[in-house]
């Protein structure tokens, strides 16, 4: 069977729908044609079905709402941890039912049970541990110190090098006792 041959009227309606910003298999649907027949159309046309541009911001936009819900989520965590620490010197209510006449015994405590310390503390660990790894701490420079630091040898190194024809040479520890008996605290005996 012959494929039917492309009209002006074909032309027109992926030129208008792709305007509307009609992917390129809803047009096929729409005018009753195959997607590689509206593609081939389309790049005659100059068109493109190329939605990297839409797709880039819309999966920038969802990393940024991502972003804000862990920073929510880690404040939350970061709450839950505070309240279990105050509970830790707070007055703690305890209860129970039972005995013979199925009674009900309340007795505060001035402050929560060791086992329960422990419980609390294990839950503010969690809460800390889970808050910092959505929301690490921001670097405190200390990489970047290192990096001016290693920047400033490598330049008194290249420096050296220029004047001595040569890299320096690693330090030549002197031969002898005198810093076994330094550290020792006794000073040799002179000849």
Request: hydrophobic share 35%; net charge negative; glycine share 6%.
């Amino acid at each position: 069977m012959a494929a039917r041959p492309i009209t002006e009227k074909d032309r027109k309606q992926v030129r208008a729908l792709h305007a509307e910003g009609m992917s390129r298999n809803d047009i096929a649907r729409k005018i009753s044609r195959s997607p590689s027949t509206v593609s081939k159309l389309a790049a005659d046309m100059g068109l493109s079905f190329d939605r990297a541009a839409q797709v880039a911001a819309a999966t920038t936009a969802r990393k940024a709402d991502l972003s804000a819900r862990r920073a929510t989520m880690a404040e939350t965590l970061q709450d839950v941890a505070e309240r279990e620490i105050a509970r830790m010197t707070q007055p703690q209510l305890y209860f129970e039912w039972g005995g013979k006449e199925h009674d009900y015994d309340e007795r505060w405590q001035p402050e929560p049970t060791p086992a329960d310390r422990r419980t609390m503390m294990a839950t503010a660990s969690a809460a800390l541990d889970r808050s910092l790894k959505l929301v690490p701490p921001k670097d405190d420079g200390a990489a970047e110190s290192r990096s001016v630091i290693g920047d400033l040898l490598a330049g008194l190194v290249g420096d050296y090098t220029a004047r001595h024809g040569a890299p320096p040479t690693d330090p030549i520890e002197p031969e002898g006792d005198t810093d076994d008996a330094a550290e020792a605290g006794t000073v040799p005996e002179a000849d």
